[in-house]
Nanobody
């Protein structure tokens, strides 16, 4: 079992920045991947960025150049630095842990971009 706890969601103005954190605990053994997904009202959940335990990263095209995913040295915490936020980034952001096809999800954190 893996437990995930996200934090960092907030209301921010367009053009602003936020950093989300996701702390994982439990049965964490390499190899694995962690990532951020988001879901806006009326939309399906979509992938934002992922990072593997070996450090490989992937980004959705709509966040390239604005968001950065990183992993703490302890490898049980990941971050999503979000810059140049747009109103269309408004969504519930959820952390995911995946290992050999098994997926675990956090409870989600709300990010609202509005003036």
């Amino acid at each position: 079992q893996v437990q995930l706890v996200e934090s960092g969601g907030a209301l921010v103005q367009p053009g602003g920045s936020l950093r989300l954190s996701c702390a994982a605990s439990g049965s964490i053994f390499s190899p694995y991947a962690m990532g951020w997904y988001r879901q806006a009202p009326g939309n399906e959940r979509e992938g934002v960025a992922t990072i593997s335990s070996s450090g490989s990263v992937n980004y959705a095209d709509f966040v390239k150049g604005r968001f950065t995913i990183s992993m703490a040295d302890a490898k049980s915490t990941i971050y999503l630095q979000m810059n140049s936020l747009k109103p269309e980034d408004t969504a519930v952001y959820s952390c995911n842990f995946e290992r050999f096809g098994l997926n675990y999800w956090g409870q989600g954190t709300q990010v609202t971009v509005s003036s």
